[in-house]
């Protein structure tokens, strides 16, 4: 499947320019006691770039109204996203900035990911993966609402999820400031103080709860949408400093960083490359035994605990068989659903703490590795898998066989063209299934490919160098 990160740089990717792009603002070199004024970086004013001449849009068919001076969103799937881009010819550095804060003013709904996107290390739209990776926070944790309206809701269990200092921006469930006024707002409006003023919603997020590098950034974007609400966003830009806490903001504070896991689309150790076979089919399991043997290679599986608790699978046993054989097996979820779309986080925790159980009962394993089903990615499933596993690999891909696309069609063979073409980009971490028998049948092609390019070719964790991998 094609990476969601990847879809809405597709422009840039084809190499689009347009001669209406302004300059970026140039850059001075400060005293490090000096305070950075203010990046603006997007006020909507334009429906193809923001303000510092770059490009903004969405991905997934994400359906998007534009108005000078802000633009809304109508969300109905989690992968669907908007990115507002630093720059579109290379990387961009925030290190200026590294102590500020990203500040957002919207409407609407706060359930929704905020992520910082890292460029790869070429800082090249042509290099694989692109972009590199995003760190992600979840929006309701960094909530300020000033004016009328603030909301009182909150259905977060777990004492961890709240911040270090009181404050009513660590919410993980809230009426949308844009749903009908409840009876405290009717009293407002009918007092003898006249209407009320609008509610001004807004985030102010540290840049340093965003783990990338900051010298290699490439965009903002907004993702991992689980409900239909609409967002209207009105400004992104980057702030030296938050509003003390008053009466007027409800004593906002902003909330400590949580833990989301490593997300990993690329091998770190020099010449390596790693195989993550995902989803199989019972019937196709010895031929892809019989391959791996034949070409002497290891690789990691991703398995679903559901498949590991149905007998008639057999899976338990042949992924005892092939942990045996020196490949590593990790985690895939419990029932394989887009985890970012479920409603609560009790349902994402169910998916995670039942798929560690079936592990452990089934094949004796605790695993760090966990592959998104779909390759979805957003701040509660990472914050979830975060509380429930140590220091945890959030592992997608920079190379995609496409036989998500391909195998069921009369050219079966454009997968060969999609891992080609990955690999030739830079690519060096693979997403595949064994669900179809040209999939399986291209498997030895890939892996020869791979070889005669030089690549080592090894499981995930020894291609991150993880120092409890078995020895090469």
Not at 77 to 105: A, E, K, M, Y
Not at 154 to 174: F, N, V
Not at 390 to 396: G, L, M
Not at 429 to 446: E, I, K, Q
């Amino acid at each position: 499947m094609i990476p969601v990160y990847l879809l809405p740089f597709l422009p840039t990717a084809l190499g689009y320019t347009s001669q209406s792009f302004r300059p970026q603002p140039r850059l001075e070199l400060r005293d490090v006691k000096q305070v950075t004024p203010s990046l603006v970086i997007d006020t909507f004013q334009d429906p193809l770039h923001n303000d510092l001449g770059f490009w903004h849009g969405t991905g997934e068919n994400l359906t998007m109204h534009h108005e000078p001076g802000s633009v809304s969103f109508f969300p109905i799937d989690p992968d669907q996203n908007f990115h507002t881009q630093f720059d579109t010819r290379g990387c961009f550095s925030l290190l200026p900035w590294q102590d500020q804060f990203l500040h957002i003013v919207y409407d609407g709904t706060d359930q929704f990911t905020v992520s910082l996107n890292e460029h790869n290390m070429e800082c090249s739209a042509a290099r694989a993966p692109f972009p590199g990776v995003p760190d992600s926070v979840q929006a309701s944790r960094y909530v300020m609402r000033t004016g009328s309206d603030s909301s009182d809701e909150d259905d977060s269990s777990d004492s961890k999820d709240a911040p270090e200092l009181p404050s009513t921006s660590d919410i993980s469930q809230r009426r949308s400031p844009s749903s009908s006024a409840g009876p405290r707002d009717s009293h407002r409006e009918n007092s003898d103080q006249g209407p009320a003023s609008p509610p001004k919603t807004e985030l102010y997020i540290p840049l340093s709860h965003f783990r990338i590098d900051q010298r290699r950034v490439v965009s903002v974007s907004f993702t991992g949408f689980y409900t239909n609400e609409t967002l209207t966003l009105h400004r992104v830009e980057i702030v030296p400093s938050v509003p003390p806490p008053s009466p007027a903001n409800n004593y906002f504070t902003v909330p400590r960083k949580l833990q989301t896991g490593q997300l990993v689309l690329r091998c770190s150790v020099p010449n390596s490359f790693a195989f993550g076979i995902d989803d199989g089919q019972p019937r196709f399991a010895q031929e892809v035994m019989r391959i791996l043997d034949e070409e002497d290679v290891r690789v990691t599986f991703f398995v679903v605990g559901a498949g590991l608790q149905d007998s008639t699978t057999n899976f338990t046993r042949f992924y005892k068989e092939m942990m045996k054989k020196g490949h590593q097996v990790a985690l895939h979820s419990n029932t394989h659903p887009k985890m970012e779309a479920l409603p609560t986080m009790e349902m994402i925790d169910n998916e995670v703490k039942n798929t560690i159980r079936v592990f452990k009962e089934r094949l004796d394993l605790s695993s760090r590795y966990f592959r998104p089903p779909f390759g979805t990615v957003g701040a509660r499933m990472r914050q979830q898998l975060a509380k429930r596993i140590e220091q945890p690999f959030i592992v997608n891909w920079s190379v995609d066989v496409e036989d998500w696309l391909w195998a069921n069609t009369t050219t079966p063979e454009k997968q060969l063209d999609a891992f080609y073409r990955s690999v030739a980009r830079g690519g060096n971490l693979a997403v595949m299934h064994f669900l179809n028998p040209s999939t399986v049948g291209y498997l030895r092609d890939f892996i020869r490919h791979v070889k005669g390019l030089g690549y080592n070719i090894m499981r995930i964790d020894q291609c991150l160098a993880d120092p409890f991998s078995p020895a090469l």
